[in-house]
């Protein structure tokens, strides 16, 4: 094993000259930023969660709700933006979905009721979910041989918002206001949306850039015989994309992924939800300190996301998926159990390996999708599993009020077990070319 470490920390040098070449690191880097502040963002309410609570007299119940709807929105977006990548350039869709969440967070702040910050808070979470799948695209297609990496970066961004924007966001909320806290990231949504169309949305990142540009080929060349492509408005060419899709989706290991990615979201969406709050009413750690845990926990998934994606590329689902699944498992076990600063701490670390299943599940099931339906069929993936795992929140926040929050984590102790078992259920060597 310290053999294989040794190689490969020799390779990353290469790995990283060849993920810059061909003028795609900017558009890796523009892409990463804005997953930053889309996911960093939505983070927030977790932080901002217990203020909340008190300027709108919520209970937990009511909370679980709001961060429910958030992530159901989102969930509800995927298809949509699916839609949209298979037949609008990658790029365009970065860039409306940064600026719509500007407008939309903007909103949030200036909500003076409880009704409309949930509404506001619903658009912007729809808003978002537009750029979830086009990042993997575009991303998939970048990088035909380093897609793990590559989305694995983008995903240890996405942890760098986590660790960073929450933690400021309740600094902010305890010093000044919790609108505070949201609303330093208006103006970064609108930077991302300039520097996404300069480096993204200019047509010259395909195959290195060959200046061919999006999903839709404007002279037709994708289409010489003249016909409509899979997914169009022509009833034959949706027929085509459903039956693509639903035979990519009848392969048992895909089947047992898709499963294993419900579950895992479930127990993320549930964990991350209240775990600050957690902290403070279960633990009686101060809420500036829980917030810090809490974004000391997405600070490892940095280091989490690009280990994931590059052991997914060098040993393939089977065996590195394990390794992820057992972390949260255990940490979900233990931390009702646990008293005292540095034991919590000791879990929080544990329980970040949670940060990394995604990063491999979601490269596989990416590459075992047909290119020509990729982006609605990772949209209806993304909208079937995000709309499960985003009622895990209220069912975490009803347990919470009825005196059962030790029981919710280990509820989700629990499921990312049964991960663990389905985890093993997938054929060893199984690759997306296999399905």
């Known amino acids: ?7 490969w920390l020799a390779n990353v040098p290469e790995v990283a000259a060849e993920l810059w070449r061909g003028g795609r690191g900017p558009v890796l880097v523009a892409v990463a930023a804005g997953w930053f502040l889309s996911l960093g963002v939505r983070m927030m309410y977790p932080a901002v969660l217990p203020h909340l609570r008190t300027a709108f007299e919520l209970d937990l119940t009511t909370a679980g ?3 429910s709807g958030l992530w159901a929105a989102y969930a509800l977006g995927q298809l949509p933006g699916g839609m949209l990548d298979d037949h609008v350039d990658e790029g365009r869709v970065l860039v409306v979905s940064s600026v719509v969440s500007a407008v939309l967070l903007a909103a949030v702040v200036a909500a003076g009721s409880v009704a409309l910050v949930f ?40 942890d760098l918002g986590n660790s960073v924007l929450p ?22 949504f609108l930077v991302a949306a300039v520097a996404l169309h300069l480096v993204v949305s200019n047509g010259n990142v395909r195959d290195g850039g060959d200046g061919s540009g999006g999903n839709a ?34 392969s048992q290991p895909v089947l047992l992924v898709v499963a294993i990615q419900t579950l895992g979201y479930a127990v993320w969406q549930s964990f991350t939800a209240f775990y600050p ?7 009686g750690i101060a809420p500036t300190t829980a917030t810090a845990l809490f974004g000391g926990f997405f600070a490892l998934g940095i280091l989490v996301k690009p280990l994931a994606g590059s052991a997914y590329d060098e040993y393939g689902l089977r065996r590195s998926l394990p390794v992820l699944l057992v972390g949260i498992t255990v940490a979900l076990f233990l931390l009702p159990f646990v008293d005292g600063f540095v034991a919590v701490v000791g879990v929080t670390a544990l329980a970040s390996s949670v940060l990394g299943y995604g990063t491999v599940t979601l490269t596989f099931l990416t590459d075992a999708l047909p290119e020509t339906v990729q982006g609605t ?13 985003a009622g895990g929140p209220t069912v975490v926040g009803a347990l919470a009020d009825a005196g059962f ?3 919710a984590f280990l509820l989700l102790g629990c499921i990312a077990a049964g991960m663990l078992g389905l985890c093993l259920l997938v054929p060893p060597g199984v690759t997306p070319e296999d399905v």
Do not use: N
């Open 1 to 7: 094993m310290p053999s294989r470490l040794i190689e």
């Open 65 to 67: 709700l709001l961060i």
């Open 119 to 158: 509404g506001a808070t619903l658009a912007f979470g729809f808003a978002t979910a537009l750029y979830g799948v086009a990042r993997f695209t575009l991303l998939s297609e970048l990088y035909p041989d380093h897609d793990g990496t590559a989305i694995g970066l983008t995903m240890a961004a996405g």
């Open 167 to 188: 933690p400021a966001a309740g600094l902010l909320a305890v010093a000044v206001a919790w609108q505070a806290g949201i609303a330093v990231a208006v103006p970064l």
């Open 217 to 250: 080929d404007p002279d037709g060349a994708d289409d010489p015989d003249g016909e409509d492509p899979p997914g169009s408005d022509d009833p034959d060419g949706l027929r085509d994309t459903v039956a693509r899709l639903a035979t990519a989706f009848r």
């Open 277 to 283: 709050t957690y902290l403070v009413e279960a633990k």
């Open 377 to 389: 069929g990772l949209g209806a993936l993304r909208t079937g599993y995000m709309g499960v795992g």
């Open 405 to 407: 929050f030790d029981e």
